[in-house]
């Protein structure tokens, strides 16, 4: 870990930007921009930081939406989050799809709008998190959920689920996407 304190988290910050915005195009993770894991635990090491870069927004999603799932719980959440970007009816930056929604208290991602606090309270799922949001963000996971724009924990049963064709499910999570190809 001591290499986390000597990466420069604006570096990390800077690459995450690049890759949100070729995330959103559809474009390959240019290689000489890939975060790499010392620069992405040196971004919000504390996880209080304001929610205003790729890397702290994707990785406190992951961290709130599936803390104590399994990995592939994880990088399901990330690949919703990053299937989003740019896709018709959603923002194309990683916070401003996170945060979508919150200004009508109708959130996206449940744990935004919570009225709780956002900060990390457990060090090593949040250690876990901001790795899957680097790998995620350097388009290095593959898409568990096959597309998916959205998902809910098994144990509830939301209305909207219905109108939406189910492309996967991990342990904690069922996912879908449109029917046809057009977000609500």
């Known amino acids: 870990m001591a290499e986390a304190e000597t990466a420069d988290p604006e570096v990390a910050q800077d690459k995450a930007q690049v890759l949100e915005q070729k995330a959103a195009d559809q474009q390959p993770a240019p290689r000489s921009e890939t975060i790499t894991p010392p620069e992405a635990q040196a971004v919000d090491p504390a996880g209080a930081a304001p929610l205003d870069d790729a890397i702290t927004c994707l990785a406190r999603s992951i961290y709130w939406e599936a803390k104590g799932g399994a990995a592939a719980d994880m990088e399901a959440v990330a690949s919703v989050v990053l299937n989003r970007l740019g896709h018709e009816g959603f923002p194309d930056t990683v916070c401003a799809v996170v945060k979508q929604g919150s200004e009508q208290r109708a959130c996206q991602f449940?744990?935004?709008?919570?009225?709780?606090?956002?900060?990390?309270?457990?060090?090593?799922?949040?250690?876990?998190?901001?790795?899957?949001?680097?790998k995620a963000l350097n388009q290095q996971l593959a898409d568990r959920t096959h597309g998916a724009l959205y998902f809910h924990d098994r144990r509830v049963r939301p209305d909207w689920a219905r109108q939406y064709r189910k492309t996967a499910e991990t342990g904690k999570f069922l996912f879908y996407k449109p029917r046809g190809d057009s977000a609500r």
């Not at 009225?115 to 998190?129: H, M, N, T």
């Open 110 to 134: 449940s744990w935004w709008c919570d009225g709780r606090a956002d900060q990390v309270k457990e060090d090593e799922p949040y250690i876990a998190a901001k790795e899957i949001a680097r």
